[in-house]
């Protein structure tokens, strides 16, 4: 069998397995899920109410024009209606950006270590990946600024704040960063850790910036990971782009019901942005507990330093695997010293600090 | 701005306008939604209720494995799970399927008429589409097998029942085809009214054949438009592929719920087929009663022959929707003498035929 050229000459490579597979492999459920950054608070008890409501409606397609999130979120960032497209998460959204702007051998950068996702579509549609090195667990804006105009690249991806370390350039790094673009360069600003970062981390969105693109989702800080809905806003011209390209039915009518229920209780995002800073604070006293140091972490996860090489990392890892936590972590040294856990309520909280002890033990030897 | 080659060589067109569009610029909501061919039958109540459950879960990614559903599908067809990639409905999946398959000037063979989402996929990857003409109201194997063999084409689009005219063939006539395709041809074979079609009209499903893909959904019998999940059936190979370019994590938790429980209601499946085969003998009726003759239908909707040309049966078209009616239209002569309207409960069908009589006195006068 065939393919095209580009599909033909891709491994069969998935970005991430899932932890449902990962169960089946075990054989038994996890007991705490803490792998995928998902946000364990879950969404809004009104978006819930939204999406229960919005099923038996679920004959009808969604609306495509995505109208009344789009005006809500409009609304919200105070920015034009014309600036924002709506898509099946930030990974549906970078597949169609990759698609928009990169022929087959176009530069793009993005940082070593940095979302897998997005170097897949890279490879996805032929473009020409190059990555630099974090620097002190952060994205590097100007090694990403240098290789850029080394290659003449049309994308520059870089996350802020950061996954997998946690990290975050405050507002000025990134305005900086943008107004030093070289050439017609698009900086792909991820911004799904947005709800969870410390004030000053988010610049203002530039909704009518040619040179940048904003990636948000309802994924993370909204609760809706399993809803797949997130948007980008950028400049109009660019965001018609998206027109051209996507799938116009795709997002699905539930998770667009949820969606616009989620951002309008702002109550609840208060709610879990107290919960996530106080699981934060608990997976590092868990880390201290164990003679580990935890990075500071402007996101829902925390990158803990095991206080050895990668090797000794995935020993600890396969331990809390051993016990029944889904965790992940950096796949590119030195990052890779590190696990990364998500935040979740107590009880997944507790039965981490319960094994990591275990984990340690056994990973020592 | 400037995109990437193909996409800056697409025109900003969208394939459908949706319903709730039409609405904003109408300033009031429809009566009668019968112009996509949804379910407003609804889907089954256990379906309703597994959404409604999973909307409490909704923190968590979906499986990117979609292995349950695939379990349950591979059961019922009775083919290997290997067989099976689940995806956003036909729509993504033939979007995916074209990108797979299709290098930039490769040719595609398919109806003039037929559904312009494939054709909009087409485009999307620079492909070089060929149309043909239907032959008396139905999509012509012999003209498509004939231009394919002309072209080298390695894509030919077949709907089996068809949309928009609802007609058939039978199963036979089918086979016939795929052992007369040309070259490596693969036919594309969109089942989405697999479930609505009368005996005879479905094949054996060739789970292991690598001349046909074999598209369903559960937008139609099943009634979960809104919910964006279908699914494909063919070659292990070919359905591997897939694995390269798609976006894992993107079919939402809800639908993978919604579809499981909709796969196993036979009953309401049942309950659904009774009402739709009802609905579309009233719209005959109705058709009828107004001097007009109804197309035999293998779907959820019936092709009304408005007895003139396109320009007529564009007016009754637009004399419904006056009155409240979304329906849609053929967009191609000879084709286009006919309105299309969607099977749905009573009142819409009682809607329909109380405005049926006064948009054909308005096209008449």
């Known amino acids: 069998m065939r393919f095209a050229p580009i599909p033909q000459s891709l491994p069969p490579t998935v970005p991430f397995t899932g932890p449902e597979t990962l169960e089946r492999r075990r054989g038994t459920p996890f007991i705490a899920r803490l792998g995928a950054n998902e946000n364990g608070f879950g969404p809004s008890p009104l978006a819930i109410e939204a999406m229960a409501s919005a099923a038996s ?21 105070g920015v034009p209606p014309e600036s924002i497209v709506i898509g099946e998460g930030i990974d549906g959204l970078l597949g169609l950006l990759v698609r928009l702007m990169i022929a087959p051998g176009d530069a793009v950068v993005t940082s070593d270590g940095a979302y897998p996702t997005f170097n897949y579509h890279v490879a996805g549609f032929g473009g020409a990946l190059t ?81 940048v693109i904003h990636m948000r989702t309802f994924s993370k800080g909204y609760g809706l990971a399993g809803a797949r809905i997130g948007y980008a806003i950028g400049h109009p011209t660019l965001i018609a782009g998206f027109e051209r390209i996507r799938n116009h039915f795709g ?13 309008a209780d702002r109550k609840w995002l208060s709610h879990v942005q107290a919960q996530v800073a106080g699981a934060r604070d608990r997976i590092s006293r868990i880390a201290a507990e164990n003679g580990l140091s935890a990075l500071p972490s402007a996101t829902n996860f925390v990158a803990i330093d095991c206080g050895g ?15 029944g936590i889904f965790a992940r972590m950096p796949g590119v040294a030195p990052m890779d010293r590190c696990i990364r856990i998500s935040c979740g309520p107590e009880a997944e909280m507790n039965a981490f600090s319960e094994a990591l002890p275990v984990a340690l033990a056994e990973a020592n030897g």
């Open 57 to 77: 409606e679920a004959w009808k397609y969604g609306d495509p024009d995505n109208h009344e999130l789009r005006q809500a979120l409009s609304a919200h960032h």
């Open 131 to 211: 990555k630099v090195p974090y620097r002190e667990d952060r994205e590097d804006p100007d090694a990403l600024l240098n290789a850029a105009a080394e290659t003449g690249a049309r994308l520059i991806y870089l996350a802020n704040p950061d996954n997998p370390m946690g990290s975050w350039h405050p507002a000025e790094v990134i305005e900086d960063m943008i107004e030093r673009l070289p050439g017609d360069a698009l900086l792909v600003l991820d911004e799904a850790y947005a709800e969870l970062a410390p004030a000053g981390t988010l610049g203002k969105i530039r909704a009518d910036d040619p040179r």
């Open 251 to 263: 997002v699905n009518r539930i998770a667009q019901a949820g969606a616009l229920a989620a951002l």
């Open 309 to 323: 090489d990668g090797d000794f990392a995935r020993k600890v890892l396969a331990g809390l695997d051993r016990a």
